[in-house]
């Protein structure tokens, strides 16, 4: 209540660097920080003091990697005792007047759904350190530096789970605008708030000019405070460390930009200095805080993208086709665990122009639980649309809302008694915007008039637990005309009364109206433009349609929410046209398909496509050389052009791995006794294996034996395998320039202890010279790698 009360008033300073300033205090740059500060906690202390001196309101405390996993790095356990160490010893340097936050980072990890530590584990990763600080006294937290949107959710559920607690969440933008991960500053922003950040924004990574920009786009959507902390200007390489060189004068005169921008919080990262603060103090001390741009917002999100429910904005369509029901391939597949129909369904619908899609599982039978969770792990990566749950079972629509990386529409909650106490709730809890359904105790209301008093019943429980009329949309709740004359003017009447009266927005299913007859495509296109015309928000409808989409288009058109007919003369184009009519199936290769598989990261069908390839006659290893390795090499290409992101890499990566596994026995040919034995290793710090997997096949390919170390290897760990192997020749790869330099590290060992061997390595950044330099073979691909061994061996 105090932070909040303070933030009306005036624009709270935050501290400034902590990490360039510990190396002044003379840290070293290979130890734990967190334990080097407790050993040495005048540093950190006076670094603490200095910037309450300068002016911050809020100091964070020294516990930025004071998680299981990254002290686990340095061999230390006690992560609460280290949390609360920290905390109480920023509290003796700041004294009662400043607030303590508590400073939560990154683990390191990639974490469910697009990397492999369960997204439960992260949270409970978090709620350890959590603890930690409040022994410690923290009044605040704050997480920070934070790439991923799913690690930022897990860290705040962390915090909200453990009490009710002032949490301010900021990401780290890339100079494209989005996080390594994809997510841009606005839907993080919708994503954070709905899931109770009481303040969202951003830190380091770039200078102030251009998080001023990124505060001034999440302004219009935001209903909490903004915060910036940025570095001290773009990092710049002055030998083997990194500068930040802007002066304190040049970095307070943004000051007075942050403020027009909207900012309420503000401090400094990487580079900036207690004058930095202190400067920045002095340069906003006229500034008044500006209120938060919206009150609520009608909003959904997901990780890449979010979509602004407004009523002004054209017709949303909901994708209704990720539903079982009636779909017997899509139960059928359901029940097996396979993905590849949700996969090409999403995608197909996604072409066609929907806005969010309706995801449904539930056939008689199936682990629902487990379907929502395989279903939405899927999609998070592969489409950027934002996902409705569709679910009649609380507990399924529980495990989606808490693992999907963004702001979902529950689809649905009625005026039923168990809905109301169990869902909302949960709805509330993960902020998620819900459709209102005007069903009440197993009955369906005929008339309007009849569903009225349900409506306003469940609106009047939403508006206990925060919801406001921007977080709900109500259902008209069309039933089948061939049963019920009245039903689709019932519907209709519906949403005209939630349009008028309500000042609600509203849905339809326009596919019930029609079940039984036929021209059903001609009545639900019908009951679409007889409900935009009374107010409708968005549909849920069959995109395939033809006759449903220009409706539509027409309907936004004259509606005015297609202001100078630009999209519906887009649509209607001969060329887009000619696009989306149906297209004899093209005739894609069996190879095709295999690069097509890794470039959409498809681990479901890759083993099936490749084996497909190899039937139709092709030769293994030209699959490897000519389709895999191209492919995985663009999907480099796209990352390179900020048209893939972190999640497409690795789904990319791991269906290479699934091709890969699948043709090792096809590639392997029995070990030749007297070719001779290599061992291979990707160095220390690098985990790419991709490429040196494909070195490791050809060469027992060739006959020789191959003893794979695998990843991320210490110079130690390749030397003593060595030794004891006896190996002729040691192959070392490395796909980054930072750790190319990591195999001097292995070859000044092996000199060191006097082993007899060769050396071979390899890898994108490798070059023939500075490999000459290591005294050691070059091979620019596997296939040369193995000439190069048959040379080295002689
Ligand atoms: Co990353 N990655 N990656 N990545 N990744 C690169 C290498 C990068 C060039 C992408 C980019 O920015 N454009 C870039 C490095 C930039 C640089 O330093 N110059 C990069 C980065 C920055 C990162 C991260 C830091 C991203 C992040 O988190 N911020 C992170 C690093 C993590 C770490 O290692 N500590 C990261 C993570 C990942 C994934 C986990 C997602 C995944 C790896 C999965 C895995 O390997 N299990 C991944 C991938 C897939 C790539 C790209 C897209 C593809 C690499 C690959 O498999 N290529 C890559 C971009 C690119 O290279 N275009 C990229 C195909 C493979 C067959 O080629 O490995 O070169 P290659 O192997 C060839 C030859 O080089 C040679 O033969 C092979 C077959 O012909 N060869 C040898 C290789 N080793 C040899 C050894 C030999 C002889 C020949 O003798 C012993």
Redesign the pocket.
């Known amino acids: 209540m105090k932070i909040k009360s303070l933030l009306k008033k005036k624009i709270l300073i935050l501290d400034g660097a902590t990490g360039t300033e510990l190396q002044k205090g003379g840290m070293p740059s290979d130890v734990c920080p967190e334990t080097w500060c407790l050993e040495n906690p005048d540093v950190i202390g006076n670094i603490h003091a200095a910037y309450r001196r300068a002016g911050s309101d809020i100091v964070y405390t020294c516990t930025f990697g004071a998680n299981r996993f990254k002290l686990g790095h340095y061999h230390t356990t006690n992560v609460r005792e280290i949390n609360r160490e920290l905390s109480l010893l920023a509290r003796d340097a700041v004294g009662k007047d400043a607030l303590i936050a508590g400073d939560i980072g990154p683990t390191g990890k ?1 974490i469910e759904p697009f990397g492999s530590l369960p997204f439960e584990e992260a949270v409970a990763a978090f709620k350890e350190q959590v603890l930690g600080l409040l022994e410690g006294g923290v009044d605040l937290f704050v997480i920070e530096t934070m790439m991923d949107i799913q690690e930022a959710r897990a860290a705040l559920l962390a915090v909200k789970e453990t009490g009710s607690y002032f949490t301010i969440v900021t990401m780290t933008y890339e100079k494209n605008g989005r996080t ?1 991960n994809g997510t841009d500053p606005v839907t993080a922003l919708i994503t954070l708030q709905s899931l109770g950040a009481d303040a969202v924004g951003c830190n380091c990574s770039t200078g102030p000019d251009m998080m001023v920009g990124l505060i001034a786009a999440m302004k219009p959507y935001a209903t909490v405070p903004l915060v910036a902390k940025p570095n001290a200007g773009i990092p710049k390489l002055v030998g083997r460390t990194t500068v930040f060189d802007m002066d304190t004068r040049e970095f307070a005169h943004f000051g007075a930009k942050f403020a027009a921008a909207g900012v309420n919080m503000l401090g400094g990262c990487c580079g900036t200095t207690p004058a930095h603060i202190e400067a920045l103090k002095e340069g906003i001390k006229n500034e008044r805080p500006l209120a938060p741009g919206r009150k609520s917002l009608s909003a959904v999100s997901s990780a890449f993208n979010f979509k602004v429910l407004d009523k002004d904005k054209p017709l949303f369509i909901i994708g209704e086709r990720l539903n079982p029901t009636g779909r017997k391939a899509l139960q059928q597949e359901l029940l097996e665990g396979k993905m590849s129909l949700v996969r090409r369904m999403a995608k197909e619908q996604e072409e066609k122009g929907v806005d969010l899609l309706d995801v449904n599982v539930g056939v008689p039978g199936i682990d629902e639980i487990k379907a929502i969770r395989d279903v939405l792990c899927l999609l998070s990566t592969t489409t950027g649309l934002p996902l409705v749950i569709d679910s009649s079972r609380i507990e399924t629509i529980e495990t989606a809302l808490r693992l999907y990386p963004g702001r979902a529409l529950i689809n649905s909650i009625s005026g039923e008694r168990e809905k109301i106490a169990k869902l909302l709730p949960i709805a509330a809890k993960y902020g998620a915007m819900f459709i209102l359904m005007p069903l009440a105790d197993g009955k369906v209301p005929e008339t309007a008039q009849r569903r009225k008093p349900i409506i306003k019943r469940v609106f009047q429980a939403a508006k206990g637990f925060g919801f406001t009329r921007d977080d709900i949309i109500v259902d008209g709740l069309v039933m089948t005309v061939a049963s019920n004359p009245q039903a689709a003017l019932e519907a209709i009447k519906t949403v005209a009364w939630c349009t008028n009266q309500l000042k609600c927005r509203t849905l339809l299913g326009l596919s019930n109206v029609s079940f039984g007859m036929p021209g059903r495509k001609w009545m639900d296109a019908a009951l679409l433009a007889m409900g935009y015309a009374s107010g409708l928000t968005m549909a849920i409808a069959n995109p395939e349609s033809a006759e449903i989409m220009r409706v539509k288009m027409a309907g936004d058109l004259f509606m005015q929410r297609d202001r100078g007919a630009s999209s519906y003369i887009a649509y209607f184009s001969p060329r887009c046209e000619t696009n989306r009519m149906d297209k004899p199936a093209e005739t894609v290769s069996p190879a095709q398909k295999v690069h097509q598989a890794i470039l959409e990261g498809n681990r479901e069908d890759i083993t099936t496509l490749v084996e497909d390839a190899v039937i139709s006659g092709m030769d293994a290893a030209k699959l490897v ?1 000519d389709v895999m ?1 191209p492919a ?2 663009h ?3 796209l ?2 052009e900020k048209k893939y992101f ?1 999640p497409q ?2 789904a ?3 269906a ?2 699934e091709a890969l596994g699948y043709l090792e026995p096809r590639l392997k040919a029995t070990i030749q006794d007297g070719k001779g034995a290599v061992l ?1 290793a ?1 160095v220390k ?8 997997n ?2 490791a096949l050809l060469l027992r390919n060739h006959g020789y034996e191959v003893i794979d170390l695998g ?2 290897l210490p110079a130690e760990a390749i030397i003593e395998a060595a030794k004891r192997t006896r190996v002729d020749v040691v ?9 190319m330099v990591n195999m001097r590290d292995v070859i000044d060992l092996a000199k060191k202890e006097g082993l007899q061997c060769k050396f ?7 070059t023939e010279s500075y490999a000459a330099s290591l005294g050691a073979a ?8 193995v000439r ?1 061994v048959e040379e080295l061996i002689g």
Not at 731 to 739: C, D, I, K, P, V
Not at 779 to 784: G, I, N, T, Y
């Open positions: 990639f390594l050389n390795i995985i090499v999907v480099g290409e990352f390179d972190l890499l690795i990319s990566a791991e290479m791995k291979l990707t710090g690098d985990i790419h294996d991709i490429g040196k494909i070195v990843k991320d192959g070392l790869s490395a796909l980054m320039t930072t750790t071979m390595v390899g890898g994108a950044v490798m070059y091979a620019k691909d596997a296939v040369e790698a190069l």
